[in-house]
């Protein structure tokens, strides 16, 4: 199991790569949430589906996918769509794109755990499938990642609304369909602000 600084690490080696340009696309870094992650995935079984966003290199880590090789997709380009069905990991850079099949994929009999961020969770895709989870009784779980920003916004101002107390942050809710925590980033919404990327 990865510790919160062998997290730390794989971030600071991989900003290292993309400050030196060797990687040629967009890269949204983790950081600030390692502890609550490493909790979470203390519940997440090998056998259950993750179903990520573009801020997706922990969850990789934490469910199991190799150093080495998530690493070299980042380096490849992949940072935003790290995809290896064979360990039933599933992203996209989509907002929301994951919420109906993560459904679907909990209708067909997995469990399921899909991450969100608070961006996400203020949207109707989000409240939809929620209420088609609860509904139906689906083995899924979504969780919000709550920084207070959608992009660079704080996410009050641009929806209205406290999103965590719309959700119920930090609590188990609607059975445990709801799970939400909140942390701080340590990176920039989108690269390191050191130099244009197109």
């Given at each position: 199991?990865?510790?919160?600084?062998?997290?730390?690490?794989?971030?600071?080696?991989?900003?290292?790569?993309?400050?030196?340009?060797?990687?040629?696309?967009?890269?949204?870094?983790?950081?600030?949430?390692?502890?609550?992650?490493?909790?979470?995935?203390?519940?997440?079984?090998?056998?259950?589906?993750?179903?990520?966003?573009?801020?997706?290199?922990?969850?990789?880590?934490?469910?199991?996918?190799?150093?080495?090789?998530?690493?070299?997709?980042?380096?490849?380009?992949?940072?935003?769509?790290?995809?290896?069905?064979?360990?039933?990991?599933?992203?996209s850079a989509i907002v929301g794109g994951t919420l109906p099949i993560a459904c679907g994929l909990a209708a067909g009999g997995e469990r399921v755990w899909c991450f969100v961020g608070d961006m996400c969770a203020s949207t109707g895709a989000f409240h939809d499938a929620v209420q088609y989870a609860k509904g139906h009784k689906l083995p899924v779980t979504f969780i919000v990642e709550d920084?207070?920003?959608?992009?660079?916004?704080?996410?009050?101002?641009?929806?209205?609304?406290?999103?965590?107390?719309?959700?119920?942050?930090?609590?188990?809710?609607?059975?445990?369909?709801?799970?939400?925590?909140?942390?701080?980033?340590?990176?920039?919404?989108?690269?390191?602000?050191?130099?244009?990327?197109?």
């Amino acid at each position: 199991m990865f510790t919160a600084t062998d997290l730390i690490a794989f971030e600071t080696e991989v900003a290292g790569h993309f400050a030196a340009a060797e990687i040629l696309s967009p890269v949204h870094f983790s950081g600030g949430n390692e502890a609550p992650l490493i909790d979470i995935f203390k519940k997440i079984k090998r056998t259950d589906y993750v179903l990520s966003t573009w801020r997706n290199h922990y969850h990789a880590l934490l469910h199991g996918i190799p150093r080495e090789r998530v690493l070299a997709d980042i380096l490849a380009g992949k940072s935003m769509t790290l995809n290896y069905p064979e360990y039933k990991f599933l992203t996209s850079a989509i907002v929301g794109g994951t919420l109906p099949i993560a459904c679907g994929l909990a209708a067909g009999g997995e469990r399921v755990w899909c991450f969100v961020g608070d961006m996400c969770a203020s949207t109707g895709a989000f409240h939809d499938a929620v209420q088609y989870a609860k509904g139906h009784k689906l083995p899924v779980t979504f969780i919000v990642e709550d920084n207070g920003l959608a992009t660079n916004t704080p996410t009050k101002e641009t929806w209205g609304e406290d999103v965590c107390k719309s959700v119920t942050c930090s609590k188990v809710v609607c059975g445990n369909v709801i799970w939400s925590y909140q942390y701080q980033r340590t990176y920039p919404h989108v690269g390191l602000s050191q130099r244009v990327q197109f």
